[in-house]
């Protein structure tokens, strides 16, 4: 009996993580966008290869120093483990919480050890695998033109996924348990954000810190002779594809995450785990009776509360606006792009329509009583109307102060600005209540509405609204503009 016990939880395993890859296979942008995903997946790859491979070439006619080198690597690793970290967060939160069939498996045959292991190492492999693509393929150059060790990018970038597994685990069980899966996902996306612009900054400092000082830095970082041996650099050594480095790595990758594994085994078996993400619903605070005079504000007022309540609105925002960096460079005259200071009218009109269809469709997708609206004494087009003023006036606070910005820099140009962000900002709105773009749910998991299509549609008329703008603002550069 006991035999066939293990030899159920066995086959259980393979059965229960084959349909774990599925699920997360199916739960990819690709699937859900595509209905023949091999054809566009073989083709990024093939091209994502030939790149690898034209890199690899020009990457070996430069001979570096081998500290330089192992600076390089220790930084991939850091930035690697910390977009890793975050997205593994995500996934945590997800395949504990949002499917609602642990207490399911709990009373399956299958030990509830090897169900949490199914679960992290899934995870694992999905934040591992789109870094496997993109330094695979270099990999893989490197390896054509003689470099052999370049292939230990491939357990590298294993060993960082299951410590960054690992780790968010930990960090979703704790952070769920104390203050809810809502802050445990926003601390999430807020860890995304510091990091995309911490090596966005990264990129950017030689523009803002004179040469002979960031010279001095990087000399500083690099392993000296008196510190060479030390175990700092060991991670760099590893992808490098040293023996002994690299054998070190892994093993303790793997310790990490089962260790992990032991720690969590028992809470999860225990249901402890699951229970947590039901401990934070509180009771509802009472509120004095505050009536609206009537329904369009109040219609206003609903959507403008629904849209600060979504959850990450603020890092989501601020990741939408990345767009500002380069303005405030351009503006304070640390970058010159073409025309100058004109670059900045299209790049704002841009961002003014993204910012209007993020918000308009978080304002559709989080309503939860649409039929409430169109079955009460009002017109029809009320609840839309309501939401696109919401989604404008959210807007308008976004692009006010790059806009006076701008102002102080240039007024001449302001009246086109303001044409162009009104058009470009209506027209999203528009599209947005029609075709809303996917977005997380207020609690887990996937939005039940929005369309791939939508964001595409977006992303197209903020372009051409964009397009339009620049032509007015630089119409020296066409042909039919003045001064040819």
Same mark, same amino acid.
């Given at each position: ?236 050594? /590893?992808? +490098? @594809? ?8 892994? %093993? $303790? #990758?793997? &310790?990490?995450? =089962?260790? !992990?594994? /032991?720690? +969590? @085994? ?8 699951? %229970? $947590? #993400?039901? &401990?934070?619903? =509180?009771? !509802?605070? /009472?509120?004095? @009776? ?8 109040? %219609?206003? #007022? ?183």
């Amino acid at each position: 009996m006991n035999s066939r016990t293990r030899a159920s939880g066995r086959n259980g395993f393979l059965w229960l993580f084959s349909y774990e890859i599925l699920l997360l296979w199916r739960g990819s942008i690709l699937v859900r966008t595509q209905r023949h995903v091999l054809v566009p997946v073989i083709g990024v790859g093939v091209v994502f290869q030939a790149a690898g491979l034209a890199v690899a070439w020009e990457a070996g006619r430069h001979a570096f120093l081998e500290p330089i080198l192992i600076l390089i690597a220790n930084l991939n690793i850091i930035f690697l483990f910390f977009l890793m970290l975050s997205r593994a967060m995500n996934a945590a939160i997800d395949v504990l919480y949002s499917r609602g069939d642990v207490d399911f498996l709990l009373v399956s045959p299958i030990p509830p050890h090897r169900v949490l292991a199914v679960r992290m190492i899934g995870v694992a492999a999905s934040v591992a695998a789109p870094w496997v693509l993109l330094g695979g393929v270099m990999a893989n150059g490197l390896a054509v033109f003689g470099h052999f060790r370049a292939l230990a990018a491939y357990p590298v970038i294993a060993g960082i996924a299951l410590v960054a597994t690992g780790l968010a685990f930990c960090l979703t069980v704790i952070l769920v348990t104390k203050a809810g899966a809502r802050r445990a996902r926003g601390l999430a996306n807020s860890l995304a954000l510091v990091i995309g612009v911490a090596i966005f900054a990264l990129g950017q400092a030689p523009r803002y810190v004179p040469a002979r000082d960031m010279l001095g830095l990087w000399h500083g970082l690099m392993p000296g002779a008196e510190n060479a041996s030390s175990l700092l650099w060991w991670p760099g050594r /590893a992808m +490098l @594809g040293e023996a002994l480095p690299l054998l070190v790595f892994t %093993a $303790a #990758a793997i &310790a990490v995450f =089962g260790a !992990v594994l /032991a720690l +969590l @085994g028992k809470s999860f078996a225990s249901g402890a785990i699951s %229970a $947590a #993400a039901y &401990a934070h619903g =509180g009771g !509802v605070p /009472a509120r004095a @009776g505050n009536f609206r005079p009537a329904p369009f504000p109040a %219609a206003v #007022a609903k959507n403008l509360l629904l849209l600060r309540r979504f959850p990450g609105l603020v890092t989501q925002t601020v990741y939408r606006s990345l767009t500002l960096v380069p303005v405030a460079m351009i503006l304070t005259g640390r970058v010159a792009i073409g025309v100058g200071p004109g670059v900045v009218v299209p790049l704002l009109v841009f961002l003014s329509g993204q910012v209007s269809l993020f918000f308009v469709s978080v304002i559709i997708g989080s309503e939860q009583a649409p039929d409430l609206l169109r079955s009460a004494p009002v017109a029809p087009a009320l609840g839309g109307r309501a939401a696109r003023v919401a989604a404008g006036c959210g807007t308008l606070a976004v692009m006010a102060l790059p806009s006076l910005g701008f102002v102080v820099r240039d007024a001449a140009m302001l009246p086109v600005l303001l044409v162009f962000m009104a058009g470009a900002a209506f027209s999203n709105l528009a599209l947005g209540e029609r075709l809303p773009i996917p977005l997380l749910r207020p609690e887990f998991g996937k939005a039940r509405t929005g369309s791939i299509l939508g964001l595409i549609l977006g992303v197209s008329v903020s372009s051409a609204w964009a397009f339009v703008a620049w032509l007015l603002v630089a119409p020296r550069l066409f042909w039919f503009g003045p001064g040819r």
